[in-house]
Every structure is written in C-alpha cells, then in structure tokens.
T-cell receptor, first 114, second 114 residues
Framework: DSGVTQTPKHLITATGQRVTLRCSPR?????VYWYQQSLDQGLQFLIQ???????AKGNILERFSAQQFPDLHSELNLSSLELGDSALYFC?????????????FGSGTRLTVV | AQSVTQPDIHITVSEGASLELRCNYS??????LFWYVQSPGQGLQLLLK??????LVQGIKGFEAEFKRSQSSFNLRKPSVHWSDAAEYFC????????????FGGGTRLMVKP
C-alpha cells in the first residue's frame, strides 16, 4: 500500500457521460498530480494541485477539470466522455510543490468508455 | 522543456542474466532523475532517484543506475534478473522548480525467460 488511495479502481461508462475520479494523497503530502496512461500516449501529465491551488497544467482537455479540497483530497472530473478517454488515470502525491524527491503513485482508476 | 527517451520498447532476458535498460533525457540544467516500475494492473513504484553527488545510485530490489552527464543518460542495471522483475520500467526527469512535474519516458517492457 503506497498510501495514495484512488477510487474507484474500475469504471465503465458510456460515451457522453460524466465521471469523477477521487484521490486521497499520502498523509502529509500537499501536492497532488494527475496523470493519464494510455497505450498510444504513454504517461501524460494532466494537472497538479498544491495545498488547494492549481499549480501546473499539462495536456488536459477542456472537458476535464480537477480540484483539491481543504482536506487535500482531489477529484478529477471527466465530462462528455469519448471512446478515446479510455485509459488508466493515476494520482500521485508529494510533500513539496515540485518533483525533486519523486512522487508516490496510487494504483490508478481504469476508465473504460463504451 | 524536459523530455525522456527510452529506446527499447521491449527487452527479453533470461533469468539470472544481467540487465541494462537505457534512458536518455533532455534538460537544460542538472536534472532530477528517477526510475519507476509498474507491474501489471499496479501503480508505479519508485525504484531509485538521482539528485546530485555520487553518480551511481542504489535502489530497491537490487537495482542501480548511473548518471552520465556527458551522455545525458541514466541507465538502469541489475546484475542478475529474477522472474519477478518482469514488469514495465519508466524513466522520468524532473526539476526543483515549483510546479515542475515529472516527465516520463515511454517505458520499457521487460520479459524474463525461465
């Protein structure tokens, strides 16, 4: 157990729908990062939050949004889902607002859009 | 912007044989370098990391990696591979800038022959 908790582990939904993925960071970590892992794109950084504030944005679609709550858990919202959004979505956390010590990853949420 | 290249998509080695996985990075300053391992259906686990100092770093599970600035490389090695090492390995580069995320290579899938 890495200490980073992601729910749900699996999600199957239809095109056009909206889903919410949840992440609880490791105790004491203030930064949360979201990554998308797909066969064709590899591991792509989506977005980072630090202590409730958005810090960095990567290749995140406008249909996707995220937030970090006062208790530091984070949610990634995916809307108007398309078949191509099917992927493994990882949350990672770190203590700092940067990456020098690496991240701790959760086990991911596998999203299948049908 | 930083980038990481893992030239080998697949590698097959025999159990007990030595292993070297290649990683080349591109970054303007001194990078922070990482190797992660991902077993099927699992999240990414940190194997080792390099910040500064000794260019040969030791990690978990008997792995080591060597930072070579002149070659912009950070290759992962293990003297004797075990069947349980079969997994996907990711090299990543980061920096100390606030809001700087890890950038991952495309991964190398390791298969171990009995």
């Amino acid at each position: 157990d890495s200490g980073v908790t992601q729910t749900p582990k699996h999600l199957i939904t239809a095109t056009g729908q909206r889903v919410t993925l949840r992440c609880s960071p490791r105790s004491g970590d203030l930064s949360v990062y979201w990554y998308q892992q797909s066969l064709d794109q590899g591991l792509q950084f989506l977005i980072q939050y630090y202590n409730g504030e958005e810090r960095a944005k990567g290749n995140i679609l406008e249909r996707f949004s995220a937030q970090q709550f006062p208790d530091l858990h984070s949610e990634l919202n995916l809307s108007s889902l398309e078949l191509g959004d099917s992927a493994l979505y990882f949350c990672a956390s770190s203590a700092l607002d940067s990456s020098p010590y690496g991240y701790t990853f959760g086990s991911g949420t596998r999203l299948t859009v049908v | 912007a930083q980038s990481v290249t893992q030239p080998d998509i697949h590698i097959t080695v025999s159990e007990g044989a030595s292993l070297e996985l290649r990683c080349n990075y591109s970054y303007g300053a001194t990078p922070y370098l990482f190797w992660y391992v991902q077993s099927p259906g699992q999240g990414l686990q940190l194997l080792l990391k390099y910040f500064s100092g000794d260019t040969l770093v030791q990690g978990i599970k008997g792995f080591e990696a060597e930072f070579k600035r002149s070659q912009s490389s950070f290759n992962l090695r293990k003297p004797s591979v075990h069947w349980s090492d079969a997994a996907e390995y990711f090299c990543a580069v980061g920096a100390s800038n606030a809001g700087n995320m890890l950038t991952f290579g495309g991964g190398t899938r390791l298969m171990v022959k009995p």
